[in-house]
């Protein structure tokens, strides 16, 4: 059950450190994943590892590590020139925040690599990245513009339009 109450907020100093553990935490998944990956194709399925398993391979890196750089700058700290914390960045951990975003893109990209060591069909999932994209793109921008209701017209508006369309 949920505390009752207002949320707390926390300290710059306290967001620096989380984002710091964050940024580490996905470090070390972008690491061992792309190790255990590259270790496993090599001596297990050098055969199958080809020119376009390597684009992918490729491909998932630099996803991985465009996640990770936008994190960064993100959660990047500012500080004075003598030591003093001017500015804590964007707090990663914050709940619908663009960083939850990176975060379940580098999730997925790293769960998909991992899942390709037992079958090449399961690059396929690297589909759902766009499908919820453009799922986002249609619910919050899309669809409320498309499916606006018409702004209402006053009624001395209205008359003067109907005595117009008479005229003509």
Known sequence: MPP???QGTKGAK??????KATLQFYQYVIGGVNVAFFLVQYFLFWEFFTAFYVFLWLSA?????GSYQFMASMGRAKYSTDGALLDSGIDLNMESGMAEHAKDLLLLTSIVMCLSLLSNFFWILWLLAPIRAFYMLWVNILAPWIFAPAPEVDEKKQK???RRMKRH
């Not at 306290?14 to 984002?19: D, P």
């Not at 890196?61 to 590590?65: E, M, N, T």
């Open 61 to 65: 890196v630099a996803v991985c590590l």
């Open 4 to 6: 009752k109450g207002k």
């Open 14 to 19: 306290q967001i620096v450190e989380e984002n």
């Open 160 to 162: 003067k339009m109907e």
